[in-house]
């Protein structure tokens, strides 16, 4: 402890002396050996190695607080020289940025900035610049919605312009006006890794200059968009300068000029126009600011029509050729057109009247001109619309109004009107006009005017007549229904719906035919008049009448015509026929019983004469006989009665031959011997056989024959026993002391005989039935006979292929004509 505390003491009272030497050592001696400084330290204080150590030690560390103090001691004066240097930059600084600000706000603007990473702007300025209502509902943030301060199309400008600026790093400068008018600035930079914003109010020069700015580049984009657009016309441009060289050409004027680029056009001082034609511009440009004219111009080595158009400029003149080839082109087609059109409308007989848009009169028809009965002079004067109507009104040529002036503005508004309006007016002389105004799309009104008198007053009886059929239609007995040529019904009248059973109503809703024939199919079910029927409904072609006759189911019988009508539609028409048909069979079943009977008479007839023959033949051959004087003489009482018998027996043999004739015509059976006729011995053989009843009833014959009458082909005896027939028909029928005339004509074809006498004539009803057999009518005439003679005479005639007519007036005769012809082209019988 001892040694301990005395060390101790030895240390405190060194302690100054050791530390300059360590210190010493340390400075002095870096270098030298650590062994040497501790034994000469040892030395010098007298201790062992050990208590030098922890001296050593102690030493070490008050020497270590002792510099820890003096260092720290330095460093809080360097921090109190520092502190007191950085207090005056800052205020330096503060005052700088004091400076700074006043001058960056020394005009109202807005700063706002974003730093790097950060999306919350900081706005700093006056706000009240743009949102002078700003508030603290209206937080200053709300700038960055510039569609509350800006139009839609700057906002929307300031937003992409903004994009950029964050994004990219790309500055902007827009001059803006807000929407309350003022004129700013926006400019973007990136700045030290921030995006700022300052927008400031133009004013004064600045405002001057930027607008003289914007007028510069719009200017500028005006300038380059009219060059890019006067190189994209296709019609040459050029401008010249005042000595007349080219100093501007388009694309199209080079093209025009055969030119390789506007550049060789300008450099070879080329010319669109003529030499003439330049000295005619020149001398308008001269006298005037402008030229224009329509010249022709060879481009492409084909002669074109272009519009020519120059202005007079003050450093020279410009000037732009437009092609107006197919415009000359087209309008010459016009006017060809519009004269055509012209020459047309002359030609219609509707009046045409067409007015300008000054409402007067540019063209007119002479439809137009008789319809109104107007003066061409008044015409060719283009008189307006108004002394137009004026005029016909004086005349009481247009319909009575009570305003006149109301009438005539309420047409005038045609001329305002888009579509056509129709009209119809009744004149005080009874016309009906039909007007329609058609307003012209240059401009006026045209009016179209027809005299519609007849066609109303046919739609007036055509729908009277309508009415007409409708209501004779309705009371028709018979049933009629109209089918289209679609196959439904269009019409039908009351009488169909009520023979066939059916619905009127269901009938209106136009049925088909095949709806119609399934409802008629309970009283007709016949399958192939059904389909006839739907075939001439519906066909296209051959169309044509169908008659049919149909047979009920309830026993009645309907005679049914299918009539094509012109516009396409069917006619079935329905007749009950049952009545009809029932008479029809009893008088079918009456003529079968008649003809048979007929026929039994004629047997009957045919057989009795040729068994009355035999013994009349005996009769006249024994009567011959006996006036024989061979047989021995007869008294005169014996040969009266014997001329008796000779006279009655050749008239019943001539009735009975006349009857076997016809009988022989009837069967088809008589031939005819054809051979020469000579027509003047007929007559003569003819006449010759009815003198003794000429004689007889002091009748006169006379023959008419034409010189060259010649002779025909025929059967001489025929002829013969026609004429005879004929003329002792006329002896018999003519009174005593009468001429009975016999004619012979001869024509190209022909040979005509007529009989004529003067008898009582043949009553109308009779003479139909003259030519039948055992038909005799005396009329009261002398004339008894059986009938035969005109029928016979019909039925010879007529197998030589002639004609008989019979013409009589009561009571002043009659004439019978027989035509034969020249020539018999084959065998005749009665057969044919």
Request: aromatic share 6%.
């Amino acid at each position: 402890m001892r040694r301990t505390l005395l060390s101790c003491t030895t240390l405190a009272r060194h302690g100054v002396v050791a530390l300059v030497a360590a210190a010493f050592v340390s400075v002095k001696s870096a270098k030298a050996d650590e062994s040497s400084v501790i034994e000469a330290l040892s030395g010098y204080l007298d201790l062992n190695r050990q208590e030098f150590a922890v001296l050593t030690t102690a030493l070490a560390l008050l020497g270590f607080s002792v510099l820890a103090a003096i260092l720290l001691m330095r460093t809080r004066l360097r921090a109190a020289k520092n502190e007191a240097r950085l207090r005056a930059e800052v205020g330096e600084l503060q005052a700088q940025a004091d400076r700074f600000r006043a001058l960056l706000f020394a005009e109202p603007q807005i700063l706002i900035s974003w730093a790097a990473g950060d999306d919350r702007p900081e706005i700093s300025g006056d706000t009240s610049l743009l949102m002078p209502q700003q508030s603290a509902q209206h937080p200053p943030q709300r700038i960055l919605a510039f569609g509350t301060w800006l139009p839609p199309e700057p906002a929307l400008q300031m937003d992409h312009a903004l994009d950029a600026l964050r994004e990219a790093g790309e500055g902007f400068l827009l001059n803006l006006s807000t929407s309350n008018g003022r004129a700013i600035e926006a400019m973007g930079r990136a700045i030290g890794g921030q995006a700022i914003v300052r927008i400031r109010e133009l004013g004064g020069v600045r405002r001057e200059l930027a607008e003289s700015n914007l007028r510069y580049k719009a200017l500028l984009e005006e300038t380059e968009l009219l060059r890019d657009f006067a190189a994209a016309l296709p019609w040459p441009i050029w401008a010249k300068g005042a000595q007349g060289r080219l100093r501007y050409a388009n694309a199209a004027y080079a093209k025009a000029t055969e030119a390789v680029s506007t550049a060789d056009a300008i450099d070879r001082d080329l010319e669109l126009l003529e030499t003439d034609q330049r000295e005619i511009m020149s001398r308008a440009l001269s006298h005037q600011s402008e030229f224009a004219g329509r010249l022709p111009i060879v481009v492409g080595g084909e002669r074109r029509v272009y519009d020519v158009h120059a202005l007079k400029l003050d450093s020279g003149s410009a000037g732009i050729a437009i092609d107006a080839s197919e415009a000359t082109a087209l309008g010459a087609a016009l006017v060809r057109m519009a004269e055509a059109h012209r020459r047309t409308l002359d030609q219609l007989s509707s009046g045409v009247a067409v007015f300008d848009g000054l409402r007067r009169l540019a063209f007119y028809n002479d439809s137009y001109r008789r319809l109104w009965d107007l003066d061409r002079t008044f015409l060719d004067a283009n008189p307006d619309d108004s002394s137009v109507l004026d005029r016909l009104r004086a005349a009481r040529k247009l319909p009575e109004q009570p305003d006149f002036r109301a009438w005539k503005a309420k047409l005038h508004e045609a001329y305002r009107a888009v579509e056509p309006t129709k009209d119809t007016w009744y004149l005080p002389d009874g016309r009906a006009v039909s007007v329609v105004t058609t307003p012209n799309p240059e401009g006026g009104v045209t009016y179209l005017f027809d005299d519609v008198t007849e066609s109303l007053d046919l739609a007036r009886r055509f729908d009277g007549l309508i009415r007409v059929q409708r209501e004779t239609l309705d009371n028709l007995a018979e049933a009629v229904a109209v089918f289209g040529s679609n196959g439904r019904a269009q019409l039908f009248n009351p009488a169909f719906a009520k023979m066939w059973k059916l619905s009127p109503d269901a009938l209106r809703e136009q049925p088909h035919i095949e709806a119609v024939e399934a409802w008629c199919r309970p009283l007709f079910d016949e399958a192939n008049t059904w389909r006839t029927i739907r075939e001439a409904i519906t066909a296209i072609e051959n169309r044509v009448q169908v008659p049919l006759k149909l047979e009920r189911r309830d026993g009645s019988v309907l005679d049914c015509m299918t009539m094509p009508l012109p516009d396409g539609a069917t006619m079935l028409t329905f007749q009950d026929i049952s009545d009809a048909e029932n008479v029809e069979r009893a008088l079918r079943e009456r003529n079968e019983a008649l003809e048979t009977a007929d026929q039994m008479k004629v047997d009957f007839v045919h057989h009795v004469s040729y068994e009355l023959r035999s013994p009349l033949t005996t009769i006249i051959g024994f009567a011959h006989f006996l006036s024989d004087p061979v047989t021995g003489p007869l008294t005169a009482k014996q040969a009266e009665y014997l001329a008796y018998i000779t006279t009655s027996t050749n008239a019943l043999l001539a009735i009975i031959n006349n009857i076997l004739d016809l009988a022989t015509i009837d069967a088809g059976a008589m031939s005819l011997n054809l051979g020469i006729v000579d027509i003047r011995k007929t007559i003569e053989a003819a006449a010759e056989g009815i003198q003794d009843r000429l004689a007889t009833d002091r009748i006169k014959l006379k023959v008419d024959i034409d010189d060259n009458i010649g002779s025909f082909i025929g059967d001489e005896r025929r002829v013969v026993q026609v004429l005879y027939n004929l003329l002792a028909n006329a002896v018999g029928f003519s009174p005593h002391d009468a001429t009975v005339g016999l004619s012979a004509r001869r024509t190209e074809h022909s040979v005509t005989f007529t009989v004529t006498d003067s008898g009582p004539g043949i009553p109308p009803d009779v003479k139909d039935k003259v030519f039948d057999w055992f038909e005799s009518h005396s009329h009261g005439s002398r004339h008894r006979g059986a009938g035969l003679g005109l029928s016979l005479v019909r039925s010879f005639v007529e197998l030589h292929g002639g004609k008989v007519r019979v013409d009589s007036i009561v009571g002043k005769g009659t004439t019978v004509t027989c035509d034969f012809p020249i020539e018999q082209s084959a065998h005749r019988n009665a057969a044919e």
